[in-house]
C-alpha cells in the first residue's frame, strides 16, 4: 500500500491487495504444474470466501478441517474438500461426506467406525488415514503435531503390514512456515517408516506449512524433491495443502492511535485494535510483526529511552494485561489519530480473531489492481450480540 492509500484507508480494517495475491497464486500454479503435483488452499490459515473468484483462477480444490470449512468449500468454493479432523462425530459426518472428495482419519478407531458409511455416499470419496513419522523441524511447541505423545497421526508401528480396506492414501501434516529442506529430511522419515505402504496407496497429502511464496525459499529444490519422489513411487498423486503460502505478505491491519500513555519510562501508544483480538499469533508464536515505516527494537530498548527518540511499545484496547507488544522507533511522535499500519496481517489473522472485551472488530477489504478498495464485510454490533446469545 502506498501512503497515500494508508492515509485514505478505513481504520481499523484488514486490507489484502488483489495484486499481491494474484503474485503468490502464480507462483504456486507454476510449481505445482512444474513438478507435476496439486496444491490446494488450506482454510485454516485463510477463508475469504469473497476472495475464492481469484483462487478458482489457479486452483481447484481445498483442505477443510471442520465441517463449517468443508460447507464453505462445497458451497462458496465450488469444489468438494480434503477433509481431516481429529475426530469426526456421528452428528456431523453425513454433512462431512457430502461436502467432501477425500477425508482422511486420524486414527484407526475413527476409520473403524466411519469407513463403511463412505461407500453409501452418493458420489465416490477416497479416504486415507493420517501417518505421525515422529519427525518435525517446528520449533514452537504450540505448532509441532509430532511433538512426543502427539494426538494427531498413526505411528508406523501401530499400522497393520496390510493396510485396511478402503485406505487410499496418507495424509501427513509436520511443517510450519517450513522450507524446502526441511520437507526434504521429512521425506526421508516417511520413506523410512512408511515406505513398504506408499507403493500400495494412490495418493501422498503433505499437507501444509510449504511457505514457498517467502522471498528466500528454493521452489527448485522443492520441485527437484517433488519430482524425485514422483519418480519413485509414480503411483503416487502428490498433494500439499499450504495456508500461508497463498496469503503470505498479501495485506495488512490498519490501525489508529487513539491515545498514548507514559509509565516509569515506557511510553505505550494505545491502538483501536488488540494483539489478542485481532492478532492472536504475535502472543501465540510469539513474533512481534513489522510496523511500516518503524524500526522493531528489542522489547528492552524502550526502558528509560528518552521520549525525543520517538520509541513506543504498542499497546490494544482491551482488558488483557499482556495485551501489548513492544518495542518500535518511529520517524516521528506519535499523536492521536496517526496511522499504525501491522504488515503481513491477513494469513492465521483473519481466521482467528475474537470478540474478546466486545471491541469493534476490524472491517475487511481488497485493495484492487485498479485502486479501488472494496469493502468485504463491515462488523457492527450485532456480530458481537449474535454471537453471545
Not at 503468490?24 to 496439486?38: M, T
Not at 506449512?209 to 503416487?236: C, E, F, V, W
Amino acid at each position: 500500500m502506498t501512503k497515500e492509500e494508508i492515509m485514505q484507508a478505513p481504520s481499523p480494517c484488514y486490507i489484502m491487495e488483489e495484486k499481491l495475491l494474484r503474485r503468490n497464486l502464480n507462483l504456486i500454479s507454476s510449481v505445482a504444474r512444474e513438478a507435476g503435483v496439486e496444491i490446494i488452499l488450506a482454510f485454516k490459515a485463510f477463508a475469504l470466501w469473497k476472495s475464492f473468484p481469484i483462487f478458482r483462477e489457479y486452483i481447484n480444490s481445498v483442505t477443510a478441517s471442520s465441517i463449517h470449512e468443508a460447507r464453505l468449500a462445497y458451497e462458496e468454493f465450488g469444489s468438494r474438500a480434503h477433509a481431516f479432523s481429529p475426530a469426526y462425530t456421528d452428528e456431523e459426518f453425513d454433512e462431512m461426506m457430502r461436502c467432501s472428495s477425500h477425508i482422511s482419519f486420524n486414527s484407526l478407531t475413527q476409520y473403524e467406525r466411519f469407513y463403511k458409511r463412505t461407500q453409501e455416499a452418493d458420489h465416490t470419496i477416497s479416504c486415507g488415514i493420517r501417518i505421525n513419522p515422529e519427525y518435525s523441524e517446528i520449533e514452537t511447541e504450540l505448532y509441532n503435531p509430532c511433538a512426543p505423545g502427539s494426538r494427531f497421526g498413526v505411528t508406523a508401528d501401530l499400522l497393520p503390514e496390510e493396510l485396511p480396506e478402503g485406505i487410499e492414501g496418507f495424509h501427513c501434516h509436520c511443517h510450519c512456515e517450513s522450507d524446502s529442506y526441511a520437507l526434504e529430511h521429512t521425506l526421508e522419515h516417511i520413506e523410512q517408516k512408511f515406505g513398504k505402504w506408499l507403493p500400495r496407496i494412490k495418493w501422498l497429502n503433505l499437507g501444509g506449512g510449504h511457505l514457498m511464496t517467502r522471498k528466500d525459499y528454493d521452489t527448485q529444490h522443492l520441485i527437484a524433491l517433488l519430482k524425485g519422489l514422483r519418480s519413485r513411487y509414480p503411483n503416487l498423486q502428490i498433494i500439499l495443502e499450504p495456508g500461508s503460502a497463498f496469503a503470505w505478505q498479501t495485506g495488512s491491519l490498519v490501525s489508529s492511535v487513539v491515545d498514548i500513555v507514559e509509565s516509569r519510562g515506557i511510553r505505550t501508544a494505545i491502538l483501536n485494535v488488540s494483539f489478542t483480538c485481532h492478532m492472536p499469533d504475535c502472543l501465540e508464536m510469539p513474533y512481534q510483526p513489522k510496523v511500516t515505516g518503524a524500526e522493531s527494537l528489542d522489547a528492552e530498548a524502550v526502558k528509560g529511552a528518552p521520549f525525543e527518540e520517538n520509541i513506543y511499545r504498542l499497546g490494544g484496547n482491551s482488558c488483557l494485561s499482556g495485551d501489548y507488544m513492544g518495542s518500535w522507533k518511529f520517524p516521528q511522535p506519535l499523536k492521536v489519530g496517526d496511522k499504525v499500519v501491522f504488515e503481513d496481517m491477513i494469513h492465521y489473522t483473519t481466521v482467528k480473531t475474537n470478540m474478546f472485551n466486545g471491541i469493534s472488530h476490524p472491517s475487511i477489504a481488497m485493495l484492487r489492481e485498479d485502486g479501488q478498495l472494496e469493502m468485504f464485510k463491515i462488523f457492527a454490533y450485532e456480530d458481537y450480540r449474535d454471537r453471545m446469545c
